[in-house]
Nanobody, 124 residues
Framework: QVQLVESGGGLVQAGGSLRLSCAAS????????MAWFRQAPGKEREFVAA????????YYSDSVQGRFTLSRDNAKNTMYLEMNSLKPEDTAVYYC?????????????????WGQGTQVTVSS
């Protein structure tokens, strides 16, 4: 069983930056694909970014491409999401997810474990 805990969320002005972390415990996630999703009030959960188990393959949604950077440190059992040039439309609860499969996907269905989420609020 894997437990995921997100941290780093908060309130930031438009144009600012935040760094989210997703710390895993219970077992090593070095062979797991991982991802970030987000859910804004009244909207469905949407894909943000995903990374393969090696970190060699990273995918971003069009809405965050060029502004967000996803990385992982398998030695620390942690994944990071560096968010720059934040916009009010980035406001959401951000969730990290892990899949026992090694291939990442934008589909939430493949992920086996989820964190509780961390709130990101971007003011205009």
């Amino acid at each position: 069983q894997v437990q995921l805990v997100e941290s780093g969320g908060g309130l930031v002005q438009a144009g600012g930056s935040l760094r989210l972390s997703c710390a895993a415990s219970g077992r090593a996630i070095s062979s797991y694909a991982m991802a970030w999703f987000r859910q804004a009030p009244g909207k469905e959960r949407e894909f943000v970014a995903a990374i393969s188990w090696t970190g060699d393959n990273i995918y971003y949604s069009d809405s965050v491409q060029g502004r967000f950077t996803l990385s992982r440190d398998n030695a620390k059992n942690t994944m990071y999401l560096e968010m720059n040039s934040l916009k009010p439309e980035d406001t959401a609860v951000y969730y990290c997810a892990a899949s026992r499969g090694r291939v990442p996907s934008a589909s939430a269905a493949i992920y086996d474990y989820w964190g509780q989420g961390t709130q990101v609020t971007v003011s205009s």
